[in-house]
């Protein structure tokens, strides 16, 4: 079962472009992280939401986490080509287990110039 | 670089082999978790782990997998007699406790010919 739906699966864009990606479960979760990951490396955080209706910006990102606590959504604005990669939602089930995350299968993202 | 340290990035071994999989945290980390993305899947967690503890270890398959964190040196994935549906990326994430953001190496892959 998978916990953690994220959509689109792929995303092709031209640069400059908008664009959002999705994060949803029917699961509640105590917090809510959202990672990028390129080619050959690592989950790189980019952003923690823990409050249901939280929304974090990181300059052309805009992070929302649902009132529920089971979605949450990534915006881009005016998308670069240094944008593109997989982008991986994660989500812990329970306060002092965030070690524990469940991960979306990702949405990879590609900007092109 | 003060990161997450994986190593090796890249592994091969035969049907049957060992593979040792190594994980230096980040400095002053001494909390070690172990994840593994297999093709086409997120990422999912296999073990937690604090010096000379291993603290949850639920998402590890009951045979072949054993995990470490000694002391002194780096966490340690064993898996032994390897077979072709271990070949995935392991991934090792550190924090400083088990609740708060943890960061990712860049991974190691294994594949098992």
């Known amino acids: 079962t998978q916990l953690l739906e994220q959509s689109p699966q792929f995303l092709s864009i031209q640069e400059g472009e908008n664009l959002t990606v999705y994060c949803n479960s029917s699961?509640?979760?105590?917090?809510l992280q959202w990672y990028r990951q390129e080619p050959g490396e690592g989950p790189v955080l980019l952003v923690t939401?823990?409050?249901?209706?939280e929304v974090k910006k990181l300059k052309r990102l805009t992070f929302q986490f649902g009132d529920a606590r089971k979605d949450s959504s990534l915006h881009i604005t005016a998308a670069q080509p240094g944008d593109t990669g997989l982008y991986l939602c994660?989500?812990?089930?329970?306060?002092?287990?965030?070690?524990?995350?469940?991960f979306g299968k990702g949405t990879l993202l590609t900007v092109n110039p | 670089n003060a990161g997450v340290m994986q190593n090796p990035r890249h592994l091969v071994r035969r049907r049957g082999q060992e593979a040792r999989l190594r994980c230096s945290p980040m400095?002053?980390?001494?909390?070690v978790y172990w994840y593994r993305q297999l093709p086409e899947e997120g990422l999912k967690f296999m073990v937690y782990?604090?010096?000379?503890?291993?603290?949850?270890e639920s998402g590890m398959p009951k045979e072949r997998f054993s995990a470490e964190f000694p002391k002194e040196g780096p966490s340690i994935l064993r898996i032994q007699q390897v077979v072709r549906g271990d070949s995935a990326a392991y991934f090792c994430?550190?924090?400083?406790?088990?609740?708060?953001?943890?960061?990712f190496g860049q991974g190691t892959r294994l594949t098992v010919v």
């Open positions: 994430a550190s924090s400083s406790d088990g609740n708060t953001e943890a960061f």
């Open positions: 699961s509640v979760f105590s917090s």
């Open positions: 939401v823990v409050t249901g209706g």
């Open positions: 994660a989500g812990a089930r329970a306060r002092g287990s965030n070690y524990k995350l469940t």
């Open positions: 400095k002053g980390h001494s909390h």
């Open positions: 782990l604090q010096k000379e503890n291993i603290i949850d």
